[in-house]
């Protein structure tokens, strides 16, 4: 059981790239999402999917863009990187609604330097 | 929106000695659930406890246990009988039970045990 997969785990980026981090989950989870996690900040939600075909704006969006074809995959891309865009950032999935077992499965992460 | 703080950047205890983190949480609505999720060093985010919030009582996981005082908005952390596996960050998260059920966390508490 694979859970949510991220790749790659690490990546240097120039200032204008444009790159796309993958996400997959193999546990039919209608829910995905984004997160960046800064120093000092927690983690912020970027964008996120409660299905295929359906993605909405977090907390952060500026700079990103995701897109859901399918159940498995939720694929974030960044346009033209920017040195503020440095970050490591993970992906989650879980079902749709919280009950009071759900849990949301979080990738290994993906430290990106953009320089 | 909702806001969650952990205003403890940093800590260090003893192996053995028992740690209390602390967060408060900001929001208007009535039900929601906490949790408090373990980052260590591999990156990797485990969920350590969660709270629903229309529970009185206090959730419990073996060495860890949460302080939850729902009029207050606050929501600790004590991790007993402290282990030198459970040098991480910690951070505190929010999630409403209606609407997106979008996942706030606070900045984070580095705890280190000490040997």
């Known amino acids: 059981n694979a859970g949510v997969t991220q790749t790659p785990k690490f990546q240097v980026l120039k200032t204008g790239q444009s790159m796309t981090l993958q996400c997959a989950q193999d546990m039919n989870h209608e829910y995905m999402s984004w997160y960046r996690q800064d120093p000092g900040m927690g983690l912020r939600l970027i964008h996120y999917s409660v299905g295929a075909g359906i993605t909405d704006q977090g907390e952060v969006p500026n700079g990103y863009n995701v897109s859901r074809s399918t159940t498995e995959d939720f694929p974030l891309r960044l346009l033209s990187a920017a040195p503020s865009q440095t970050s490591v950032y993970f992906c989650?999935?879980?079902?749709?609604?919280?009950?009071?077992?759900?849990?949301?499965?979080f990738g290994q992460g993906t430290r990106l330097t953009v320089v | 929106a909702q806001t969650v703080t952990q205003s403890q950047p940093e800590m260090s205890v003893q192996e053995a000695e028992t740690v209390t983190l602390s967060c408060t949480y900001d929001?208007?609505?009535?039900?929601?659930?906490l949790f408090w999720y373990k980052q260590p060093p591999s990156r990797q985010m485990i969920l350590v406890i969660r709270?629903?919030?229309?529970?009185?009582q206090n959730a419990t996981e073996n060495r860890f246990s949460v302080n939850f005082q729902k009029a207050a908005k606050s929501f600790s952390l004590k991790i007993s009988d402290s282990q030198l596996g459970d040098t991480a960050m910690y951070f505190c998260?929010?999630?409403?039970?209606?609407?997106?059920?979008?996942?706030?966390f606070g900045q984070g508490t580095r705890l280190t045990i000490n040997p």
């Open positions: 989650a999935s879980r079902r749709t609604y919280f009950t009071g077992n759900t849990e949301a499965f």
């Open positions: 998260a929010f999630t409403l039970i209606q609407g997106a059920q979008k996942l706030v």
């Open positions: 709270q629903e919030a229309y529970k009185q």
């Open positions: 929001t208007s609505e009535n039900n929601y659930y």
